[in-house]
Nanobody
Framework: QVQLVESGGGLVEAGGSLRLSCTAS????????LGWFRQAPGKEREFVAA????????DYRDSVKGRFTIYRDNGKNTVYLQMNALKPEDTAVYYC?????????????????WGQGTQVTVSS
């Protein structure tokens, strides 16, 4: 079993930046591709970004390209989401997720493990 714990959320003004972190335990971190998803009130959860086990491959939803960067540190069992130029529409609960590399590269999932989420609120 893999446990994922997100941190780094908060309240920020439009145009500001936040860095989310997700630390894993209970598994071999490099055996998983990782993803970030978000869910705004009243909306379905949506894909934000994903990264392969080696960090050689990344994928982003169109609306965050050029503003968000996903990266990982396998030595620290942590995946990050650097979010710049934040907009009010980025407001959501952000979740990280892990998918075994044996399941193949599929950024949108399904993912086997999920964190509890961290709230990001962007004020206008």
């Amino acid at each position: 079993q893999v446990q994922l714990v997100e941190s780094g959320g908060g309240l920020v003004e439009a145009g500001g930046s936040l860095r989310l972190s997700c630390t894993a335990s209970g598994g071999t971190f490099s055996s998983y591709m990782l993803g970030w998803f978000r869910q705004a009130p009243g909306k379905e959860r949506e894909f934000v970004a994903a990264i392969s086990w080696s960090a050689m491959t990344k994928d982003y939803r169109d609306s965050v390209k050029g503003r968000f960067t996903i990266y990982r540190d396998n030595g620290k069992n942590t995946v990050y989401l650097q979010m710049n130029a934040l907009k009010p529409e980025d407001t959501a609960v952000y979740y990280c997720a892990a998918r075994s590399i044996r399941s193949g590269w599929n950024p949108k999932g399904p993912y086997e493990y999920w964190g509890q989420g961290t709230q990001v609120t962007v004020s206008s």
